[in-house]
């Protein structure tokens, strides 16, 4: 299986972006799906998840900007990041998380870099 990610871009502080994460076949037994970034010299950091459930949580800094949503149908994550500010520049990458069998799969990552 493999996550194609995209939607990743330079923006102006305040901008919008929305990322997408499809999986390159159907995926039985999701757990979870999330979003995770890295900015350099940084460690990764959860920032929103969605359960099998429709549940949803979100890193306290993106808070009230970003929305995570998912469509079952067609295996496909979303983020979307409103108001954005130069400190949310990061790598984005995406995982979805299996329970039967016990598996992750992540995405290949899409710069997102908030800049003037």
């Known amino acids: 299986v493999q996550l194609v990610e995209s939607g990743g871009g330079l923006v102006q502080p305040g901008g919008s972006l929305r990322l997408s994460c499809a999986a390159s076949?159907?995926?039985?037994?999701?757990?979870?799906m999330s979003w995770y970034r890295q900015a350099p010299g940084k460690q990764r950091e959860l920032v929103a998840v969605?359960?099998?459930?429709?549940?949803?949580n979100y890193l306290d800094s993106v808070k009230g900007r970003f929305t995570i949503s998912r469509d079952n149908a067609k295996n496909t994550v979303y983020l979307q990041m409103n108001s954005l500010k130069p400190e949310d520049t990061a790598v984005y990458y995406c995982?979805?998380?299996?329970?039967?069998?016990?598996?992750?799969?992540w995405g290949q990552g899409t710069q997102v870099t908030v800049s003037s």
């Open positions: 076949r159907t995926i039985f037994s999701i757990d979870a």
């Open positions: 995982n979805i998380e299996c329970y039967d069998p016990p598996q992750d799969y």
């Open positions: 969605i359960t099998s459930g429709g549940s949803t």
